[in-house]
């Protein structure tokens, strides 16, 4: 180790020593009106800080999209023809307008992004650039600023524009990068795992399929299960990293690209939407471990107890939010009840769903026991081909484009400021529980 690396670790494990002894011991002390020390220092947890139309989050319900819950809107919202669930360019359409559309909103929207869906060839060269070692979010992040050459609002913004039209031009790019994300993620798929066997997209069909159809796959249930992927995905309230990242580029007027590319690195994090990956490989470890087939619920509960014995986490289970099992593995549940009931992975997903909570409920420290969305969606992936779970984060990323997007574009209508919140030192904390400055809010 460098003398200079060594001397930051030094002082590091002092200052982490320190930061220790003032959650301890002041943790709960105000520093400003209704902050808390610890809030300041563990993530801003129950900060409310932001104001975000498209949805909002509640402890016991869920995730409820303009007033909706998501067994509402797969009762309510349009299908495709003969589908039972819901199309996302209904989600969109909702969560943007705040009504629930008509079939003939949902197809209009549709017809939208199907004359919008057009890539320039040089998004193509910049993923082809990468090396196929790259991680497909990776590809994505760069393909996304590629695009960002074809943004209204940075044309418009360059040649002077009206603060009153900024939400007009964010529209159109939101409307178009939404409709090219598709292309663009089944691009990466086919490039990285199928040899570069491209395959062209159906104008003639939904946004869902159309993404289905390009990655390479025709059943209809998988179309299915990328509509309802597409829906329960989008969004998740504005605090998570992705939408909290999306909004924060954005206040600072950057365009709709720019900011969704800012989101996607946030959500490629392991803590945020690259556990979806994490899930699967922890099941599939699982199952080799214990020997293969379906295992006895004895066996996952021994696997599981272990798994914690060596300071691990069981991935997919405790949300930062939810109280209660997230409504967005119930609904993924539920499709596979109608769609593969009888599928091996699936059966050990809801063995899990028995075991793991009451492990986790008598360690006495877990707020949140109960799976949460990504603790369910690999294994129904996989039953339909899709095995290549480096991907997942990136169909992840489509979908939560109709969310962060919508609301660039309420951002951008409302006014909203730019993003800056106030932040204090180490030292500046120290100072105040020894009373020597007091607290911000005084």
Known sequence: MSYIKEKFKAKADELNTEVKDLLKNHGTKKIDEGVTLAQAYQGMRGVTGLVTETSLLDANEGIRFRGYSIPELREQLPKAVNGAEPLPEGLFYLMLIGELPTEADVQNISSVLGRRSHVPNHVFDAIEALPISAHPMTMFTVAVMALQTESVFAKAYADGMNKKDYWSYMYEDALNLIARLPRVAAYIYRRKYKNGDHIQPDGMMDWAGNFAHMLGYEDEGFKELMRLYMVIHADHEGGNVSAHTTHLVGSSLSDAYLSFAAGMNGLA????????????????????????????????EAYVKKTLADGKVVPGYGHAVLRKTDPRFTAQMEFAKNHIPDDELVKIVWMVYETVPPILKDLGKVKNPWPNVDAHSGALLLHYGLVEYEFYTVLFGVSRALGVLASLCWDRALGLSLERPKSVTSEWMKLFVEGKVEAIAE
Request: aromatic share 4%; net charge negative; hydrophobic share 40%.
């Open 269 to 300: 994090g392991p803590l945020h939407g690259l556990a979806n990956q994490e899930v699967i490989k922890w099941i599939l470890a699982m199952r080799e471990e214990l020997g293969g087939g379906v295992p006895t619920k004895e066996q996952i």
